[in-house]
C-alpha cells in the first residue's frame, strides 16, 4: 500500500491511499489521519487494503506530489541512527574523532513536532551554519513494547519512508563534544511524499534494509546514488536498540542515517560532509561549500524497473525571515 | 494559576484548574487539554483566571494529587537542560571527562511521548542499568519563533514544572561517549501533579529561574534540598538556545537539569549519582548503590513558607514486567 497525508486545515492533515504509480489518490475516510492508522493498523489494514487494489484498477483523483505534506506531519517520536559504517568510520578519521565501538548502533532522538514537505522551501538563519542535507531511508512502527528483541520487531515495521535529515554542520562538532547530542544542528527534517508498506519494495526489502539506491541530485547535477542496503543494522534491529528501555509510541520513525557504501568515491554521497571529508583526505581542505540559499537538492529513490516509490524530495534552502 | 490533569480515558486527559492549595479542582470544560492551552494561550488564560479565583474563594471538587496524570501525559518536544555547574563539574571530574566549555547550554532531546504521573509505580528492565532519579525544575512555552532571544523568551514561559528526570547510569556513558546524546539512558521522566503559572511563585520566580529548595528523600530518608536557584543559564536563555535554528512547538517542556549547589556536602544532592561523584572523590569508589526495585523516591517543592506548589513526586521502582 501506499499513502499521503493532503492539507486540510488541520496539523495532521488528511490521509490518503495513493495509487501504486503515484498519479492518483483517494481519501481514507474511515482512518482520518497517517497517526490514526498507526494505532490501530489491523483494525484499518483490511479495507485500505481493498481501496488500495480498486484505486490501481482506475479511479480516484490526479495525485500532486507537491501538495502532500509529509506523511507523517508531526511524530510523538524521531529517533535516528546512523547506520552506515562507511559514513561513520569517514566522518571519524576526518575529524579525529574517538572511533565509536561497532557492535551496538548509533542513534540520537531528534525534533518531531514537524515534518517539512517533500517541495516545500527550507528556512534556515544562517548561511554560516553550514546547511547541508542527509539522505536517509526511515520506518514508521506501530507500538513496540519495551523489550522487544530484533527478530519480533520486524512486524512492527508498517511503512516506510525517505527522508532529508537536513544538518547544520557548524553546529554539529560542538553539539557532539558535549556528548548529549544534537538539538540546534538538526532542525525539523523533510519526508518524501509517499510512505509506503515494506512489500511495495518485493525483494528490495530485503533482511530490514532498502536494497536500492537513492538518487541525490544538487543544483541539477548528480551528487550521490548510494544503495540503501549496507546498514551495519537493520531497522529490525535499531527498533530493537531503541525499545530496550522504553516503549515505542505508534507512530515512532526510526532513520538509518546517511546512505553511504563503501565505494563512495566511485558512487557518490548522500551529504555535503561525506564528500567534503573526502576532500579532505585526499586533498587536507574541502573544496565542496555547504549550500547557500538558492540551492536546491533532490533525493529520490525508485525501483530497478525505474517506477516511483516514494515520490521525490525536491527543495530550495531560503533565508529564513 | 494552577492546573492539572486527571483521567478521562484519553491519551491527554482532561485539564483542571486546581486551587492554590491543592485541596481542590473544578474541571476546565472549555479548554479540554493542558496542551490545548499552550496553544491557544491567551484566548483561554482570562476565563480560567476567573476561574482560578472563584475555586480559591471556595467551591470545586476535591483534589486527589494521586489521581493525577502528569500535567502534559505526552508532549511534542522535552529539551532537557543541564544548567547547574556544580553538577556538571563534579560529573566530569569524578568520569575524566573533557570540561564542557562555559558560555553555551547544555541540552538534549529527550523521550516526550509519555511523562509518567507522579505516583505511578515506575516500570525498569533491569536494576543493572544503574536506576536513578534527577530531580529538576520545567517550564512549559507556548510557540516560540525561530531566533527569539532570552530577553524575548521570557513572555513564552507559561507554566512551571516539577520533574524527575529517570535515568540510566550504566547506560549513560556508553550513550555519551557515542556524541549522539541519550537514547537507552533516559526513559520516561515523571511530572509533579501540578504546572503553575510563574506568578505563583512570586519573589521566588527570579531571573527565569526558581529560588526554593527541592527537597529529596529516598526510602523515606532526607537526601538533598538543593536551590534552584544556582543555573548558570535561566529557562529565558534555555529556550532562546533551543529557538537558535527551530520554531519550539506551543506545549514544549525544557527542564534546568538536576538541582545542584556548590555546596552539595551539606545540602545533598538531587540525583544518586552526584552523591556517588562525591563518595568517589572521597574514597575512591561509591558508596550508595543505584535503585533497586521496592526503593521509594519522593520529591517537592514548598513555598518558603511551607505551602505546596505543584504537589509531590513519590514513586516506587519496580521490575518491568
Redesign the interface.
Known amino acids: 500500500m501506499k499513502f499521503a497525508t493532503l492539507p486540510n486545515g488541520t496539523p495532521d492533515g488528511a490521509l490518503h491511499v495513493v495509487s501504486r504509480d503515484l498519479t492518483r489518490s483517494t481519501s481514507a475516510d474511515d482512518v482520518a489521519t497517517l497517526q490514526s492508522l498507526m494505532e490501530n493498523w489491523d483494525t484499518h489494514a483490511p479495507a485500505l487494503q481493498t481501496q488500495y487494489e480498486a484505486l490501481n484498477s482506475g479511479g480516484g483523483d490526479p495525485f500532486d506530489q507537491s501538495a502532500a505534506l509529509a506523511p507523517l506531519p ?1 511524530a ?2 524521531w ?1 535516528d541512527g ?1 547506520a552506515y559504517d562507511s559514513h561513520g568510520d569517514l566522518m571519524q578519521k576526518v575529524f579525529k ?2 572511533p ?1 565501538p561497532k557492535g ?1 548502533p ?9 515534518f517539512l514537505p517533500a517541495t516545500a522551501d527550507v ?3 544562517s548561511e554560516d ?1 553550514g546547511i547541508d542535507f542527509e539522505g536517509e531511508f526511515g520506518i514508521i512502527c506501530d507500538a513496540v513494547p ?2 522487544t528483541d530484533a527478530q519480533t520487531a520486524n512486524v512492527h515495521i508498517r511503512l516506510l519512508l525517505q527522508i532529508n535529515d537536513w544538518s ?1 554542520r557548524t ?1 554539529a562538532p ?1 553539539e ?10 538538526k ?2 527534517c523533510s519526508v518524501a511524499p509517499v510512505a509506503v508498506t515494506p512489500d511495495e519494495l518485493g525483494d528490495a526489502w530485503r533482511d530490514a534494509r532498502v536494497d536500492l539506491p537513492l538518487q541525490v541530485d544538487l543544483n541539477g547535477a548528480h551528487f550521490g546514488a548510494a544503495d540503501g542496503y549496507h546498514m551495519s543494522f537493520g531497522f529490525d534491529e535499531l527498533i530493537a ?2 525499545a ?4 515505542l ?1 505508534a507512530g ?1 520513525i526510526i532513520g538509518s542515517g546517511t546512505v553511504s557504501n563503501e565505494n563512495f568515491r566511485e558512487i557518490g554521497s548522500s551529504c555535503l560532509a561525506e564528500r567534503r571529508g573526502i576532500e579532505m583526505l585526499d586533498t587536507g581542505t574541502p573544496q565542496t561549500p555547504y549550500m547557500a540559499f538558492g540551492d536546491h537538492v533532490r533525493m529520490e529513490c525508485r525501483t530497478r524497473e525505474g517506477d516511483p516509490i516514494f515520490g521525490a524530495i525536491s527543495q530550495k534552502v531560503v533565508q ?1 525571515s
Open positions: 508531526r510523538w517520536q529517533l546512523s574523532m574517538d565509536t551496538r548509533l542513534m540520537y532522538q531528534g525534533m518531531s513536532h514537524e528556512p534556515f538563519p551554519d519495551m523489550g547544520l553546529l560542538i557532539m563534544k558535549t556528548g548529549f547530542g544534537w538539538v540546534q544542528a532542525p525539523a536498540h531503541a530496550r528501555t522504553r516503549i509510541v515512532t529564513a
